[in-house]
């Protein structure tokens, strides 16, 4: 199986001279296509950081990074932005615009993808709503949705332009343990349905479940939990 990720001997700082401080050790991670793979470890541990990196949020620093096919270390902006049109993206925050309906903003994230006209992204996005169980809420503006249904709405943007990669931190930490339980079980469902792969960060021991494998991140250190 093709992997989808490979980091190699990867390390990372913040800081510069006196105040420089290294957040990631000595990274090294494979994840295949069609893998859920969660990463667990304390705050602080720099889980967020990893994510970013490999989403092309942050620039590499040292060490190979391979996310799709492309080396992320060294790369322009140029190529960053190109692997970003290829991932999807899902946060605790869910990031919703206010003043965009549910269906503009699923639809914001699909319009910026090349060759897709306004009608035809306007379809996608009211498809995937339906699929979220949001059919009859497509209109609604975030403030007029619950906790659940925001997160639902972050899924089918991620999901919308069926990325080979879905990133996801915290997804579950603002929802109860049923509404999580949902959005997971989604996530899971709609991830094997377009065959992507899953990178999800969390503190929820209730979702481990879902995953192939479990990997744990401490004080910038990685090490292997569980494999299938």
């Given at each position: 199986?093709?992997?989808?990720?490979?980091?190699?001997?990867?390390?990372?700082?913040?800081?510069?001279?006196?105040?420089?401080?290294?957040?990631?050790?000595?990274?090294?991670?494979?994840?295949?296509?069609?893998?859920?793979?969660?990463?667990?470890?304390?705050?602080?541990?720099?889980?967020?950081?990893?994510?970013?990196?490999?989403?092309?949020?942050?620039?590499?620093?040292?060490?190979?990074?391979?996310?799709?096919?492309?080396?992320l270390n060294?790369?322009?902006?140029?190529?960053?932005?190109?692997?970003?049109?290829?991932?999807?993206?899902?946060?605790?925050?869910?990031?919703?615009?206010?003043?965009?309906?549910?269906?503009?903003?699923?639809?914001?994230?699909?319009?910026?993808?090349?060759?897709?006209?306004?009608?035809?992204?306007?379809?996608?996005?009211?498809?995937?709503?339906?699929?979220?169980?949001?059919?009859?809420?497509?209109?609604?503006?975030?403030?007029?949705?619950?906790?659940?249904?925001?997160?639902?709405?972050?899924?089918?943007?991620?999901?919308?332009?069926?990325?080979?990669?879905?990133?996801?931190?915290?997804?579950?930490?603002?929802?109860?343990?049923?509404?999580?339980?949902?959005?997971?079980?989604?996530?899971?469902?709609?991830?094997?349905?377009?065959?992507?792969?899953?990178?999800?960060?969390?503190?929820?021991?209730?979702?481990?479940?879902?995953?192939?494998?479990?990997?744990?991140?401490e004080d910038?250190?990685?090490?292997?939990?569980?494999?299938?």
């Amino acid at each position: 199986m093709k992997p989808i990720i490979v980091v190699c001997n990867l390390n990372h700082h913040f800081g510069k001279e006196s105040l420089k401080k290294q957040v990631l050790f000595d990274i090294n991670l494979k994840i295949n296509s069609g893998e859920i793979v969660i990463m667990t470890g304390p705050s602080g541990s720099g889980k967020t950081t990893l994510l970013s990196l490999i989403g092309g949020l942050r620039s590499v620093q040292d060490g190979s990074l391979r996310c799709l096919d492309r080396e992320l270390n060294g790369a322009d902006e140029e190529k960053l932005v190109q692997v970003r049109r290829e991932i999807g993206y899902i946060f605790q925050a869910h990031n919703l615009l206010p003043f965009m309906t549910a269906r503009q903003n699923v639809q914001m994230s699909i319009e910026l993808h090349e060759n897709i006209s306004k009608q035809e992204a306007c379809a996608k996005s009211e498809v995937i709503l339906q699929t979220v169980g949001l059919g009859e809420r497509v209109n609604y503006y975030p403030k007029n949705l619950s906790g659940g249904q925001k997160q639902r709405v972050a899924i089918a943007r991620a999901l919308v332009s069926r990325p080979k990669l879905i990133l996801a931190d915290e997804p579950t930490a603002a929802l109860d343990s049923k509404t999580g339980r949902n959005i997971v079980d989604l996530m899971q469902r709609l991830a094997k349905e377009q065959g992507c792969t899953i990178l999800l960060v969390t503190h929820d021991n209730r979702i481990l479940d879902i995953a192939d494998r479990i990997i744990h991140l401490e004080d910038g250190r990685l090490s292997i939990i569980t494999a299938d």
